[in-house]
């Protein structure tokens, strides 16, 4: 069964947005697992515009689960990772101007910058996650670099225009979780994803991991944090659970 990671960064901006101590995403990621979520993530950015190191340093000692940091590719974040020491860290390309993540990373083009951040990572004992668009040059480059995990970058397929492009866009996705799949890198997939758009996504049997923040956190403003994260595992188990019915069919 697929697991649920939910990102409370959108929480620490509404923080932030007043310069006070609350909302607090500690507190928001204590709820997430109350409810379910086998993961937390937070993006530690250069400019602090969310998280902050406090919080990352809390986090660390509260949550129970998969404690996942997000972060750009440089020797200030590779330092914090290796104090903090979260399970995982997934690496981001950072843009200042950006709202928020624009792209995958580009991994094929900086192959060796690349491959000493992973293994400064390793060296700290942590996991590696690589945020890549669905291509297979990027997905080869991800395992050359002997990151454990790719997340595949959603974006594209959640605001395609039409729905020619949504299909090739799944259709890429599809192929990339099975190639990524094939070469032992686990795979994760994130970046625009709801309650409506995710659906054809959790049929794909080699993504093992959802990477879920903005749509839990604004669902969250209606009905609670515990019920926004409640009805997302509910949809996966409930696709899980038919893709199962369905599969011993499938060999007849």
Known sequence: MARLSVNVDHVA????ARGID???????????????ADGIIVHLREDRRHIQDRDLWVLKQVVKGQLNMEMAATEEMVGIAGEVRPDICTLVPEKRQELTTEGGLEVAGNLEKMRAVVGSLHEAGIAVSLFIDPTSEQIKAAHQCEAEVVELHTGAYC???????????????????????????????????????????????DIEEYSIGHSIIARAVFVGLEQAVGEMLALARSAASHAAAEAPQRRL
């Open 159 to 205: 605001n395609a225009p039409d729905e020619p492009t949504r299909q090739k866009l799944l259709s890429a996705l599809e192929d990339s979780a099975r190639l990524a799949a094939r070469l032992g890198l686990k795979v994760a997939a994130g970046h625009g994803l709801n309650l409506r758009n995710i659906h054809p996504l959790l049929a794909f049997p």
């Open 13 to 16: 901006t509404l923080r932030q």
């Open 22 to 36: 609350e909302p607090d995403p500690v507190w928001a990621a204590v709820l997430a697992e109350k409810a379910g």
